[in-house]
């Protein structure tokens, strides 16, 4: 990918005084070109979903695999049916209680949406997201968005503007910049395909909400565990190595002594490690904090630029502690666990 173009970068208050650069957005979309814009969970890399060389662009700016799909971003639910060959009385429950906001549905794919979207797939993932520049910017652009995170692939997921500028500057001509995204990670992603409700990817709409409203959700082995390379996977972005920082990760089971007194034996230059607030005063390596124990969503916030972080400082390994699996734990699990490339030890 060559670097020709000129990235303007412009701030949103999401105010009505965006409307001038929302609608500049929006003509850069209908054109044909990328546009990042901010969500409630990370950046996004936006095209015309419907316009398969815009689409096409998005998979060249990331260096994305051509067999990983997008998520195509909606603003009502009228435009998700359009996508979807079948919206039945489950996602319209999912879609009343969790649109918009952070949950992602696997459908099956419509006739108007182009196959490279869908990375060939008889299926289509549909999300309407919350944050109101998204919205606006979908309504104005009259199509669905399709948009992966806004980072090349491999790198963590963008939480900010400038991490998009770090990643995309000479590669699109415009990034909305809405300040840091609140969720902090990637929508959770809902497969209703034909064999019942599963979990793809863990986000902040959790597994214990989801059941709530579509009974038993199945958990998709990815989630949790490394993929087995010869089966064909079910969400394709799973098999992909992700978030990777370029320092080493290591997870470390255990309480929290055997986290410090495990950590604490590791004192080297070069190491690092993520620690809860309340562990900070008695870590001996240097640390970043990420929030408190009983806070995985401000764990969840702050990963991905923590992850950005310890690249700058020139991290050569990294220990974290292994959140325990619940609610937004599971996310927080899920992403250090690949970030990590599954190397966990027990520290007990
Ligand atoms: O929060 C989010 O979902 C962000 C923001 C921008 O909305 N987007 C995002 O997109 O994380 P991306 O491309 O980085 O991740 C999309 C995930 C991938 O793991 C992909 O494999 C999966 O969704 N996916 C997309 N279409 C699918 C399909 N038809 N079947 C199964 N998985 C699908
Ligand atoms: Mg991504």
Known sequence: ???????????????????EAIRLAARLLKSGKLVAFPTETVYGLGADGLNAA????????????????????????RRAKSLAGRFDE??????DAFWPGPLTLVLPK??????????GLPSVAVRMPAHPVALRLIREADTPLAAPSANLSGRPSPTTAAHCMEDLKGRIPLILDGGPCKVGLESTVLSLLDDGPRLLRPGAVTLEQLEKVAGPVKLDPAVLSKPDDTAPAV???MKYKHYAPRARLILVRGDRDAFLRFINTKKQPGVFALVYDEDAADAALPCLTLGSRQKPEAWAAALFAALRRLDELGAAVVYAPSPSPEGMGLAVY??????????EVNAQ
């Open 1 to 19: 990918m060559s670097l020709t173009e000129t990235t303007r970068l412009i701030s949103l208050t999401g105010g009505e005084g965006d409307q």
């Open 54 to 77: 815009a689409v096409a662009c998005i998979f060249a700016v990331k260096g994305r695999p051509q067999d990983n799909p997008l998520i195509l971003h909606v603003d009502t639910i």
């Open 90 to 95: 489950r996602a319209q429950a999912l879609a």
């Open 110 to 119: 419509g006739e108007a949406v182009p196959a490279l979207c869908s990375a």
């Open 235 to 237: 969400s394709p972005g």
């Open 334 to 343: 899920n992403r250090l666990i690949r970030a990590a490339a599954y190397n």
